[in-house]
């Protein structure tokens, strides 16, 4: 990302990046799962937003990131939430319904 993908107007999404490297044969990403490009793209530097996935090289676009989290991530989290709390008895694995008990810290 920082080499290929730095700043908004070089943002990629996942799927067109897995893509990219599963065609010129990286072997790291041949066999990634969406899952598991997920969590190594969680432990990255990287912001999104509408276009994709960027590494930073402004403070603008980290603060446009701040805002587009609030704008989408919280509200959709505090959402599920709700429908969550709504409907126990259909909702399956409770470990990993913990994932969407979080506090509102940003």
């Known amino acids: ?3 290929n993908h730095s700043g ?3 943002a990629i999404t996942r799927l067109e990046f897995i893509s990219m490297h599963s065609r010129f044969g990286s072997p790291p990403f ?4 969406d899952r598991q490009f997920r969590q190594i793209y ?7 937003c509408d276009k994709g996935g960027f590494y930073p090289i ?3 676009e980290i603060l446009e990131y ?3 989290l609030r704008k ?3 509200p959709l989290f505090n959402r599920y939430r709700q429908v969550y709390e709504a409907h126990l008895d259909l909702m399956g694995d409770e470990d990993q319904m913990e994932l969407f008990k979080m506090e509102e810290t940003i």
């Open 1 to 3: 990302y920082k080499k």
């Open 72 to 74: 989408k991530a919280i």
């Open 66 to 68: 701040r805002s587009y």
């Open 42 to 48: 969680s432990q990255l530097p990287i912001v999104t």
């Open 30 to 33: 041949l066999y990634v799962t």
């Open 8 to 10: 908004k107007e070089n």
């Open 58 to 60: 402004r403070k603008e």
